[in-house]
């Protein structure tokens, strides 16, 4: 604990890259009296509404909210949308130096619809068509231009078109040249595109996905990840091994819901670490403070297994708070008693 507590007090000194799908959160808050009349659905009387970073801006809003230097590259569109986008992340510190505008693009919003503690619906709007050659070749030349500045580097893939095999060949080449950390949130099937990162964060289904969708199967040929069947956890286990190997990573952490996470190290170690949630509201962005808090970690000199832990640490306090959420140094210390 004492050694958590000396990586969490040095978090706010790392500088951070953060490049991927931009997200506005919208979130619609009321209450529920009656059913309408119209459907069998609540009638949600709504009282007020708040717009907050959410994808890639909230992975930077995580790091925002721990006091350290964060830049975010992507795209958003010529809306107002944008305009809600960009003053939420003035007002949180958060530098959008590599963000384009893209007038043919809408911004990507999610709208949730709350009623008390309760999420009704959620309603998206978005482009997930690839970036044009063009744009992805700027964001790529903003990155190569500013790469000296940051310590570490954060792909948030979303799937909404920002991050494709083009802009990562020459990213992870870049970091690597450069000796920089290199993080990845992956989207299941684009796992071949990042092989050679420094790490990757998926959650359980993304890890299933992956294996299905690459075909691997183990030496033996026993275990056959294209089946439909849910993964046990020697199943994850097996998966994660191949997994790590497949994409040369140094490490891979798996997040696991309500038990906690496994840490997978170049070498052959595994360690399960069990989740520190006290109470779960919304597990909304819970990921994002994931691999925020273990980049940082990382930056300032953790290790794979220190920065998993004070992860954790992380992801338990922002599960307890309704709607995307953030954690910072006072709030972690805390958590450790």
């Not at 007002?91 to 309760?118: F, L, Y």
Request: charged share 25%.
């Amino acid at each position: 604990m004492k050694q958590f507590r000396e990586i969490i007090k040095k978090l706010n000194q790392a500088r951070v890259l953060v490049i991927g799908d931009l997200i506005l959160d919208e979130y619609i808050w009321g209450k529920v009296e009656r059913i309408s009349p119209e459907a069998p659905v609540p009638v949600v009387w709504a009282n007020r509404m708040t717009h907050i970073p959410g994808g890639a801006a909230n992975v930077a809003n995580n790091i925002s909210s721990y006091g350290a230097k964060v830049c975010l590259a992507g795209v958003i569109g010529s809306d107002k949308n944008a305009d809600l986008l960009l003053n939420a992340l003035k007002k949180e510190n958060i530098s959008t130096k590599g963000v384009t505008v893209m007038p043919e693009r809408c911004t990507t919003v999610k709208t949730r619809i709350i009623a008390g503690h309760q999420q009704v619906v959620r309603v998206d709007w978005e482009h997930a068509e690839p970036l044009p050659k063009e744009t992805t070749r700027e964001i790529f030349n903003f990155i190569k231009d500013n790469i000296k500045s940051f310590d570490v580097i954060i792909i948030e893939d979303y799937g909404k078109g920002v991050i494709n095999a083009q802009l990562l060949e020459g990213l992870i080449l870049l970091a690597q040249t450069h000796k920089k950390i290199i993080l990845v949130d992956p989207k299941e099937d684009h796992f071949q595109y990042y092989r050679g990162v420094t790490s990757i964060t998926p959650n359980r289904k993304e890890l299933e996905n992956a294996v299905r969708n690459l075909k691997i199967k183990d030496k033996k040929n026993k275990f056959k990840f294209d089946s439909e069947k849910l993964f046990s956890d020697s199943d994850i286990e097996s998966a994660g091994k191949q997994i790590l190997e497949y994409l040369e990573l140094e490490s891979l952490l798996v997040t696991l819901g309500e038990q906690g996470m496994k840490l997978f190290e170049k070498g052959g170690k595994i360690t399960h670490i069990p989740t520190v949630a006290q109470e779960v509201f919304d597990v909304s962005g819970a990921g994002d403070t994931v691999i925020a808090t273990f980049a940082l970690s990382l930056a300032v000199g953790a290790s794979k297994l220190e920065a998993a832990h004070i992860a954790n640490y992380a992801a338990g306090i922002v599960v307890g708070k309704v709607g995307t959420a953030t954690t910072n140094q006072v709030e972690l210390r805390e958590r450790l008693g």
